[in-house]
Structure formats: structure tokens, C-alpha cells
């Protein structure tokens, strides 16, 4: 069931979205561009309101909860209406919780280890994270060999320039990134230049 956000897009947008305001015609430009996901980050004191306005006023929007961390968050998300859950990490509390909402669940994993502890919760899509700095490219793509069954979705440190070589890894399903909305064209208003830059990423696969 996780799997199956990767077919969705190339690039999972990972957004910060301070305004819930900004939200709604956020997610519509990516739509138009063709990103039909979006992870918005529990980081500020609006992201769950964004959460729910998204999951009521964009229908064709997929969207996600990041950077859970907690229990408490996995159902304040999924009462928000999140449709799927991603987190930076993973411990026995949170992953119980996040098996028990019943939502597609992508923990974050930095070590073989992690990703071994994962795969026996029956967990076979992850996020690896953070993506450069735990040994980028190379690292998961010798990753392969011993766990050729886990599928990745790599955030930290890609960027527009990097994701095409991320995606050719045999074991990437869509990269995260935040380059699709950058801070100030949301603080702009610019949604103009977010649906352009969602309709770059689309060809990423090509």
C-alpha cells in the first residue's frame, strides 16, 4: 500500500507551509503541474490545519503528513485527514501507532540496521533520510545488494540538478524535495512559478 505512493509522482513535494491559507492554492498548482502528492511538514502551528483544508477543498490532491514524530501527531494527523504518513525516523512507539492508523506509512531510515529493524514491522517502503548526508547515491545503491526487496523514497539534500540520478537507482521509487515550492514563491504568492516547476519534475522519469 506504500508502494503505491511512488507510482503517484517523481517528487513527493515536502512543503513547510506557515499560512493555512496558502494551502489550498498550493496544492492546486502542483496539481495543475501534474504532482498529484504533496507531504506537508508538522512544523508549524498551522500544518494541520493545512492538512484539512487540503483534504477538503483538493480531492485530486494526495496528501500527506511529514516529519511525525510522535504517537499524538500520527492521529492528530490522520484526524486532519492525511492520507499517508512520513516521518524523519522511527521507534517502536511511533511505528506501532502509525501501523495501528491503518495509512500508508514511509518511516525514515539513515542505516542498514534501521532499515533491517523496518523490514521486520512488514515495512518495505521507506524514506531515506537525510539522503546526502547518510552517504547519498552511492550508499543506497550498495543498499541494493543485501535488501533488494526495500523500496526508497531518498529526501534530504536533492535538488532539481540531482534527482534524475537519484530516480535511476534500481531501488528509488520518487525522491522528496522542497525545491518544487520554494519559500518565497509561497510567500508570494507565486503559484504560477510552483505549477511550472511541479511540471518540470514530472519529466524527471522520462
Not at 484539512?52 to 480531492?59: G, I, T
Not at 504517537?71 to 512507539?93: H, I, W
Not at 491503518?102 to 518495505?124: I, K
Request: with cysteine; charged share 15%; hydrophobic share 50%.
Amino acid at each position: 500500500m506504500s508502494r503505491d505512493l511512488f507510482a503517484i509522482s517523481p517528487v513527493v513535494p515536502v512543503v513547510v507551509v506557515g499560512d493555512a491559507a496558502d494551502a489550498v492554492p498550493l496544492a492546486e498548482a502542483l496539481l495543475r503541474g501534474g504532482v498529484g502528492i504533496i507531504e506537508i511538514t508538522l512544523r508549524t502551528p498551522d500544518a494541520l490545519a493545512a492538512v484539512a483544508a487540503v483534504a477538503k477543498a483538493v480531492p485530486g490532491m494526495r496528501v500527506g503528513a511529514g516529519t511525525v514524530t510522535t504517537p499524538e501527531q500520527v492521529e492528530a494527523a490522520r484526524a486532519a485527514g492525511a492520507t499517508f504518513l512520513v516521518s524523519p525516523g522511527a521507534t517502536g512507539a511511533l511505528v506501532d501507532a502509525a501501523l495501528a492508523s491503518g495509512l500508508p506509512f514511509l518511516p525514515g531510515a539513515g542505516t542498514v540496521s534501521e532499515m533491517l529493524a523496518l523490514r521486520e514491522r512488514g515495512l518495505d517502503a521507506l524514506k531515506f533520510f537525510p539522503a546526502e548526508a547518510s552517504g547519498g547515491r552511492a550508499y543506497l545503491s550498495s543498499v541494493a545488494g543485501p535488501l533488494p526487496d526495500l523500496a526508497f523514497c531518498p529526501t534530504g539534500g536533492i535538488g532539481a540538478g540531482s534527482a534524475a540520478d537519484w530516480l535511476a537507482l534500481p531501488n528509488v521509487g520518487c525522491v522528496g524535495g522542497s525545491w518544487l515550492t520554494p519559500a518565497d514563491a509561497v510567500r508570494g504568492h507565486d503559484w504560477d512559478r510552483i505549477e511550472r516547476l511541479a511540471r518540470e519534475a514530472t519529466t524527471l522519469r522520462e
